[in-house]
């Protein structure tokens, strides 16, 4: 009685360690786009860039730039305050909002128009078609898109490659969107960018440009999870299906 008794305590106890393994928060999770706050403002902090704000918030970085008279390279600072929203701009007052140091004043920013018919800044040779797109990482998707996951997570060995999945340019590498982790996101032209999260080491840095297929880091693990790339591609702002674009494999 006493060894049944024993294989049954030994049983339960790997029930409920098993439980404890499958019951860690789903990592959907990650990629959600934060409310933008009632103030209709934002104080960029250190590290941040246009891109990674727009990105926080489900904006186009375009819309962001316009909103604020941002030229480009919509180069910012941290300490800088900048509106998020239109409605903001009617309602808040001049003397209440420093406007932005290297903001134009030609137009008041009291007339700038709602975000659906933002009048957008065009940019010099950004407008370069993405003809293809390469997968960022060998391993197979473990998460799918959905209106919680605003990507796929590919899964891999800890330390495997991450690669572009376009051509251009970094425009974010940092650590400072909650729940990404280390975090990267290319710009392949004005209208697409695409993001790499959850990055044990980078390769690339703000500014550099990447070619399809260039390594640009490597897999990490979302804090106890296993090892995944979360992959996102943004399509004027809004987060679209990578795995429509993506070619099947």
């Known amino acids: 009685m006493q060894k049944l008794s024993g294989i049954v305590w030994l049983v339960c106890c790997f029930l409920v360690a098993c439980s404890s393994e499958v019951n860690y928060a789903p990592v959907t999770d990650i990629a959600a786009i934060e409310h933008i ?3 209709g403002t934002y104080r960029i902090s250190s590290g941040e860039t246009l891109y990674s704000i727009a990105w926080r918030y489900g904006l186009d970085y375009r819309y962001l730039a316009s909103l604020n008279h941002i030229s480009p390279p919509f180069h910012v600072v941290a300490g ?8 903001a701009v009617r309602t808040q007052k001049s003397h ?4 932005a140091e290297n903001m134009t004043h030609t137009t008041p920013v009291s007339h700038v128009v709602p975000v659906h018919s933002a009048a957008y800044f065009v940019e010099r040779d950004s407008n370069t078609p993405v003809t293809s797109w390469h997968w960022p990482a060998r391993g197979p998707v473990v998460g799918l898109y959905s209106s919680l996951n605003k990507g796929i997570n590919i899964s891999g060995l800890q330390g495997s490659p991450v690669y572009a999945a376009a051509a251009g340019q970094v425009v974010y590498s ?5 729940g990404y982790g280390n975090l990267i996101i290319i710009k392949h032209n004005s209208t697409y960018l695409s993001a790499y999260a959850h990055n044990s080491v980078v390769f690339v840095k703000e500014g550099q440009r990447v ?3 260039q390594e640009i880091a490597e897999i990490g693990s979302p804090g106890s999870r296993q090892p995944i790339l979360h992959f996102e591609i943004r399509r004027n702002g809004q987060p679209v299906n990578p795995l429509h674009y993506l070619s099947v494999r």
């Not at 209440?96 to 406007?99: D, F, G, H, R, T």
Request: hydrophobic residues 15%; charged residues 20%.
């Open 37 to 39: 706050p009632k103030s």
């Open 80 to 87: 800088q305050r900048i509106y998020l929203s239109s409605q």
């Open 96 to 99: 209440s909002l420093k406007p």
């Open 174 to 178: 940092g650590n400072g969107l909650r």
């Open 211 to 213: 070619k399809t297929g």
